[in-house]
C-alpha cells in the first residue's frame, strides 16, 4: 500500500492547500463531534436526577429551561455538523476530482508518448478502461483513505482523552475490538486484493471487445457475425459480473465479521459500565455519554473497516495506472536543433527491427535515397514495407543501424520536429469528429484560411465543401461516415499537403479513388510533390510507373531496387510480382 500511496502523493502537492484546509474541516468536524453527547447527559443527569450543573451561566437555570436548552443545543450542535460536513465533502471531492484530471493528463500524454510497439502489444479496451476507470483511484484512496484516516485519528486521540478521563478502565475495555480488527483485516486483505483484480481485469476485458467490435461492425455484419459477437460479450460480461460477486461476497463476509467484532465489544462496554453504575462509580448519564462515544469512536474504525475492501479495489485500479506511467518511453527526444533548410536526402544504414525476439520484421535494410527522388515501396503483404518507412516520422526506432536525414541520425532531433516535417497519408485514411477546416488543418491548425483553401483545391475536396450548408466549418461526424471512402482519401491529402513538408509518405494515395478522380487528385499530387523527397507503398501500376526508383522488399528485405525497366529486364522479384499483382492494372489516363 505504501508504495502506492507514495506515487499518488505527487498529485496532492500542487493542491497542498486545499489538503490543510480540508484538514482544518475534518478538525472542526471532530470537535464538534466530542460535543454531541453532552446535551444528553445534560438532561439525564441535570435535569432527570436533578444533578447540580456547574458550567457558568447555566448552573441557576430552572431545569424546565435547561432541558430546553439542552434540546436546542443537541439541534444546533447537527445543524453545524451538518453545514461542516457538506463543506468539507465538497471540498474534498472538488481535490479527489483535481487529482484525477491531473493523472489522467499524466496518462493520455504518457500514451501518447509510447512508441507504437508498445501499442501494438496493447488492448485498446483495457487502456480506454484505465484512462476513464482506474485513473478515479486517487480520489477513491484520498476520499475513502487519507482524509477519514485523518478524521478517525483526530477523533480517536479527543475521544480516548474525555473517556480516560470519565473511566479508564471502560476505555481499556473499549479498545479490545482494535486487536481483533487488525487480524480481521490481515486475514482478508488477500482474497479481496485478488477478487479486485479479477473485477478490474475482467471489466477491461469488457471494454476491449465493446471497443472492437463497434469499430469492427461493418465487417462484423457483413459476414453476419452478430450472434456471435453478442455471445462474445456476453460471456465477457457474464465472467465480470461473477468477479464483482466474488468482490461483493468477500465484502459482505467483511463486514459482517466487523460488525460483529464491533458489537461484541459494545456488548461488554455495556456490561463493564451497567456494573459501574449499580457500584455508583458512574452515573446513568455518564454512561449514556460513555456509549455515545463508543458509538462515535467505533464509527470511524467501523467506515475504515468497512471500505478496505474499495480502498484495495482503488489500490489496484492506481497500480494499473502506474503500471503504464512506470514505462519508460522508448522514444527519446534528441538535443539537436531542426535545421532551418532541409535538403531531403534519407538513408536507411543496416537497419533491423522486429516487435518481438521471436519474429523478426526488417533486417540488413541499406538505402540511400537523393533529394526530391520518388520511391515506391513494393512487396507482398507482411514484407515489413511500413515498418520501414514508419521509421522515418520516428513511429518506431531501428534496433540496429540508423536512419539518416542529410547525413544525421533523425534520433539526434526532437520527435515533435521530425514529425512536422514529415508528412504522411495512411491508410485506412483517418478522420476526425471535427469540422472539414479542422480535419484539414489538423497537422498545421494555425493555417490561414487560403492556405486550406488551397490544399482543398489541389486534392480535389473543394467541391464538397462548397454543398456543405457551413462550408470549411461543417462537421463531418464520427469516422467520416457522411463522406465516401475517395472523399476520406482527398481529406487525408489535404491534409499532407498543408502540412508542406520536405518528406512526404503516401500509403497508396488513390486507392480508394476512381480513375477520373484518381487523376484529378495525381495533378495536385504533382504539384506537391515538386521537389519533395516522396515514398509511396504502391499497389497501383500508375503509381509505380510515376516512380524514379522502386525498391522491392521480401521477408524484411530488399532483395531489388532501380527503375521499372530495369527491373523487368531481370525477370526477378519484381518481374514476379508486376505479373502477379500488377500485370493487369492500368495506369489513370
Same mark, same amino acid.
Given at each position: ?21 480540508? !484538514? ?20 439525564? +443527569? ?58 489522467? +493528463? ?43 484516516? @485523518? #478524521? ?14 470519565? +473511566? ?58 452478430? &450472434? ?68 462515535? @469512536? ?11 475492501? #474499495? ?17 519508460? $518511453?522508448? !522514444? ?25 525476439? &521471436? ?8 538505402? +540511400? ?29 531501428? @534496433? ?50 487560403? &492556405? ?21 466549418? #461543417? ?22 499537403? !498543408? ?67 530495369? !527491373? ?18 492500368? $495506369?489513370?489516363?
Amino acid at each position: 500500500m505504501s508504495g502506492v500511496f507514495r506515487k499518488v502523493l505527487p498529485y496532492l502537492r500542487p493542491y497542498l492547500a486545499i489538503f490543510g484546509f480540508c !484538514l482544518l474541516l475534518v478538525l472542526a468536524l471532530s470537535a464538534f463531534e466530542l460535543v454531541k453527547p453532552w446535551p444528553l447527559q445534560m438532561v439525564v +443527569d441535570n435535569v432527570l436526577a436533578s444533578k447540580p450543573l456547574t458550567l457558568p451561566g447555566l448552573a441557576d437555570l430552572p431545569s424546565a429551561l435547561l432541558l430546553i436548552v439542552a434540546c436546542a443545543a443537541l439541534v444546533a450542535i447537527q445543524v453545524v455538523v451538518g453545514l461542516i460536513s457538506m463543506w468539507s465533502n465538497h471540498v474534498s471531492i472538488d481535490l479527489g476530482h483535481r487529482m484525477v484530471t491531473d493523472l489522467r +493528463d499524466d496518462l493520455y500524454g504518457h500514451l501518447q508518448r509510447l512508441s507504437l510497439v508498445f501499442h501494438s502489444r496493447q488492448r485498446m479496451g483495457d487502456l480506454m478502461y484505465r484512462i476513464t476507470a482506474d485513473t478515479f483511484a486517487v480520489q477513491t484512496l484520498m476520499l475513502n483513505g487519507v482524509l477519514p484516516v @485523518l #478524521q478517525a485519528i483526530a477523533l480517536l486521540i479527543g475521544m480516548f482523552i474525555i473517556m480516560w478521563n470519565m +473511566d479508564s478502565t471502560l476505555t481499556l475495555v473499549s479498545l479490545v475490538v482494535v486487536p481483533a480488527l487488525y487480524v480481521t483485516i490481515m486475514a482478508l486483505d488477500r482474497p479481496i486484493v485478488s477478487a479486485a483484480t479479477e473485477m478490474k481485469m475482467t471489466e477491461s476485458q469488457v471494454y476491449s471487445l465493446v471497443q472492437w467490435a463497434m469499430g469492427a461492425i461493418r465487417v462484423v455484419q457483413a459476414f453476419g457475425k452478430e &450472434e456471435d459477437e453478442r455471445l462474445r460479450l456476453l460471456n465477457a460480461t457474464q465472467a465480470s459480473m461473477r468477479a464483482n460477486l466474488r468482490l461483493y461476497n468477500w465484502q459482505t463476509a467483511y463486514s459482517a465479521i466487523v460488525n460483529t467484532v464491533i458489537a461484541a465489544g459494545t456488548a461488554l462496554v455495556l456490561y463493564v459500565g451497567a456494573e459501574a453504575v449499580i457500584g455508583g462509580r458512574l452515573t446513568l448519564g455518564q454512561l449514556l455519554v460513555f456509549i455515545s462515544y463508543l458509538a462515535t @469512536l467505533y464509527g470511524p474504525i467501523n467506515t475504515m473497516s468497512q471500505t478496505w475492501a #474499495q480502498i484495495q479495489g482503488a489500490r489496484i485500479g492506481a497500480r494499473r495506472v502506474f503500471e503504464i506511467l512506470d514505462i519508460a $518511453p522508448d !522514444l527519446k527526444d534528441g538535443p539537436r536543433p531542426w535545421p532551418e533548410k532541409v535538403e531531403g536526402r534519407i538513408a536507411w544504414k543496416g537497419v533491423a527491427f522486429s516487435y518481438s525476439p &521471436e519474429v523478426s520484421v526488417l533486417q540488413r535494410i541499406n538505402l +540511400d535515397v537523393k533529394p526530391g527522388e520518388k520511391i515506391a515501396v513494393v512487396g507482398p503483404t507482411g514484407s515489413g514495407k511500413s515498418t520501414m518507412l514508419s521509421m522515418l516520422p520516428r513511429f518506431f526506432d531501428p @534496433l540496429q543501424g540508423t536512419v539518416e536525414i542529410d547525413g544525421i541520425d533523425i534520433r539526434e532531433y526532437p520527435i515533435r520536429a521530425v514529425r512536422h516535417n514529415v508528412a504522411l497519408v495512411l491508410q485506412p485514411p483517418m478522420i476526425f469528429p471535427l469540422s472539414i477546416r479542422d480535419n484539414i488543418a489538423y497537422g498545421r491548425p494555425n493555417a490561414s484560411q487560403a &492556405e486550406i483553401e488551397r490544399a482543398a483545391r489541389l486534392a480535389r475536396i473543394d467541391g464538397l465543401v462548397a454543398r456543405q450548408p457551413r462550408g470549411y466549418d #461543417q462537421p463531418i461526424g464520427e469516422g467520416g461516415v457522411a463522406l465516401s471512402e475517395g472523399e476520406k482519401q482527398r481529406m487525408t491529402i489535404a491534409r499532407a499537403i !498543408l502540412m508542406n513538408a520536405p518528406v512526404l509518405i503516401l500509403d497508396e494515395p488513390t486507392s480508394a479513388l476512381d480513375a477520373q478522380t484518381e487523376a484529378e487528385v495525381m495533378v495536385g499530387l504533382a504539384e506537391l510533390t515538386q521537389g519533395r523527397t516522396v515514398f509511396t507503398i504502391a499497389h497501383r501500376l500508375s503509381t509505380i510507373l510515376k516512380a524514379d526508383r522502386i525498391v522491392v522488399l521480401k521477408d524484411g528485405v530488399i532483395v531489388e531496387a532501380g527503375a521499372f525497366d530495369e !527491373l523487368m529486364a531481370k525477370n526477378g522479384a519484381f518481374a514476379k510480382l508486376y505479373n502477379t499483382q500488377f500485370k493487369d492494372a492500368q $495506369p489513370a489516363a
